[in-house]
C-alpha cells in the first residue's frame, strides 16, 4: 500500500482554495482526485483509506450511486426555484419525525450560517443577548475570537488567543466561553450574567464526563434560567444515533443544529425548532438566496433513507471500535501507549488518534505519525474526531492496521537513527 516511489516529494503543495487544510500536505504535489466508498484516489492512481470523510460529510461512502441517482433525477427537473416545493416538506416532514420535539425546519448551507441564525432566534426569542458557549461552532466572528482549541478529549494547554482580522469591540463580551469541564463554573457563570442570557450553545462532543449526567445537569439548569439550549448537533446528527446525542441520552433541546451528515457530502444546514421560536425567522431578517436550492435536499432525503435501515448507526460503531482496538493492540507493543492512544470521541463512530499533548514523545511523533499513514495509504486526523462511513468495510479496518503497525515501525525507526 505504499506510495509509488515516482512520487516528488521536492516540490511544494500549492496554497489550497477554500479554507481547507489537505490531508496530504505531508505529501507534497498529491491531489485526490475521485472517490467512491469509504476509500479514494490522487491523481497517480495510490489509493487512500479515507477517514476524514471530507471532514464528516461523508456518512454513507463517496460517490454512492443511491444518492448520485437522486440528485440526477433532481437535477433534470431544476436545482432553484422562487418557493419551496413538494421536496422541502418531505424533509421538514422526515425531520420531524426524527426530532419530534420540532415543527419547523430552516434550510441553510453551511453549519456556520446555520449557527448565526439559531444565535438570532435564540435573541429574538429571549429579548437576551448573552450567550454561552461550549465547543467549536463555526468561523463567524463571535464564535471564533478569541480562539481555544475546542477539538480536544484533554483541555486546551494554552490560553485562549485573539484572530487577526476580528476587532476586539464590545460584542465579544456577548459571547461566554465555558470549557465543558466544571458544571460549578457553568452554574456561577449564569449568575454573574443573570438575567442576560438567552442560550447556551452546546457542541456535545466538548462535554465532560460523566456525559449523561452533565447534560441533564446542562438541561435543567438551562430552564432554570430561563435560557435555550442550543445544541450544535452537527458532528453528532444521524451518526451517533439517527437522532443524534439528543434521541441517544433522549434530552430536548430548544434549537437544533444539523449538518456534515445529514446529506452524504451535499452542502446542506438545519436549523430545527418549536414553532414559537422559527415564527421569528422572519421578522429577525434570516434569508439567503440558496436556502431553496433543492439538490441537497434530495441527497439529504436519500441520505436518511438509507441510514434507517436496520444496523446502519450500529455498523458505525462497530467498525470505529474495531479500528480504536486495533491501533492500541499495535501502539501498546511498540510500547507507546502512554503517549499516543486510539480513543473513542465520546462515541466509536467518531475514532481519535489522540497524541497526549504533555507528551514531548507524542508531539515528536504527531506530524510524523499522520504524514507516514498517509503515504502508506491511509488518512486519518490527529487530535480530532475521525469518521467511519458506511461503505467502510472489516478489510478496509484490517489494512489500515497493516499500515498503522508499518507506519509506527517506520517513524521509530526514523527517531532511532538520528
Excluded at 470523510?53 to 433532481?74: D, F, K, L
Excluded at 429574538?124 to 463567524?140: D, E, K, V, Y
Excluded at 439538490?295 to 441520505?303: C, E, N, P, Q, R
Excluded at 486526523?381 to 472489516?394: D, M, Q, R, T, V
Aim: include cysteine.
Amino acid at each position: 500500500m505504499s506510495i509509488q516511489s515516482r512520487m516528488d516529494l521536492t516540490n511544494p503543495s500549492p496554497t489550497l482554495p477554500g479554507g481547507v487544510l489537505s490531508a496530504l500536505q505531508g505529501l507534497p504535489g498529491r491531489f485526490i482526485v475521485r472517490g467512491h466508498g469509504g476509500r479514494c484516489w490522487d491523481q497517480f492512481d495510490q489509493t487512500y483509506i479515507d477517514y476524514i470523510c471530507g471532514y464528516g460529510p461523508i456518512i454513507i461512502g463517496h460517490c454512492n450511486a443511491e444518492v448520485n441517482q437522486a440528485v440526477i433525477q433532481q437535477l433534470e427537473l431544476g436545482i432553484i426555484f422562487p418557493s419551496y416545493t413538494t421536496l422541502h416538506y418531505q424533509l421538514n416532514a422526515t425531520l420531524k419525525r426524527i426530532f419530534p420535539y420540532t415543527d419547523c425546519c430552516l434550510f441553510m448551507k453551511t453549519g456556520s450560517e446555520a449557527i448565526s441564525a439559531a444565535i438570532r432566534l435564540a435573541r429574538a426569542f429571549t429579548g437576551r443577548a448573552t450567550i454561552f458557549r461550549c465547543g467549536f461552532h463555526g468561523w463567524h466572528d463571535a464564535f471564533i475570537s478569541p480562539y481555544t482549541s475546542w477539538h480536544l478529549f484533554e483541555a486546551d494547554p494554552f490560553p485562549p488567543r485573539y484572530i487577526p482580522g476580528i476587532p476586539q469591540d464590545p460584542t465579544a463580551a456577548l459571547v461566554v466561553s465555558w470549557d465543558g469541564e466544571d458544571f460549578q463554573q457553568l452554574a456561577d457563570l449564569f449568575q454573574a450574567h443573570r438575567p442576560s442570557v438567552a442560550a447556551l450553545i452546546l457542541d456535545p462532543i466538548q462535554l465532560r464526563e460523566p456525559f449523561e449526567e452533565n447534560l441533564r445537569q446542562l438541561r435543567k439548569l438551562t430552564e432554570e434560567e430561563g435560557a435555550l439550549l442550543i445544541l450544535d448537533e452537527i458532528k453528532t446528527g444521524f451518526r451517533v444515533s439517527l437522532n443524534g446525542v439528543q434521541g441517544l441520552y433522549n434530552i430536548k433541546p430548544d434549537i437544533t443544529v444539523l449538518s456534515k451528515a445529514i446529506s452524504n457530502g451535499f452542502p446542506l444546514a438545519v436549523v430545527l425548532g418549536q414553532p414559537k421560536i422559527m415564527g421569528l425567522i422572519q421578522s429577525a431578517r434570516i434569508m439567503g438566496t440558496y436556502n431553496n436550492e433543492l439538490v441537497s435536499i434530495a441527497a439529504a432525503l436519500k441520505t436518511i433513507s438509507i441510514l434507517e435501515r436496520s444496523g446502519s448507526i450500529t455498523r458505525l460503531w462497530e467498525l470505529g471500535q474495531k479500528l480504536i482496538d486495533g491501533t492500541n493492540e499495535i501502539l501498546n507493543r511498540y510500547r507507546l501507549i502512554e503517549d499516543i492512544q486510539a480513543v473513542a470521541y465520546r462515541w466509536p463512530c467518531m475514532p481519535a488518534l489522540w497524541f497526549h499533548q504533555h507528551s514531548e514523545r507524542a508531539q515528536n511523533l504527531k506530524s510524523s505519525l499522520i504524514n507516514e499513514l498517509a503515504r502508506h495509504g491511509v488518512l486519518i486526523l490527529a487530535n480530532h474526531p475521525s469518521f467511519i462511513c458506511l461503505e467502510h468495510n472489516k478489510q478496509d479496518v484490517d489494512d489500515t492496521l497493516a499500515a498503522m503497525d508499518a507506519a509506527v515501525l517506520s517513524c521509530l525507526t526514523t527517531i532511532n537513527n538520528q
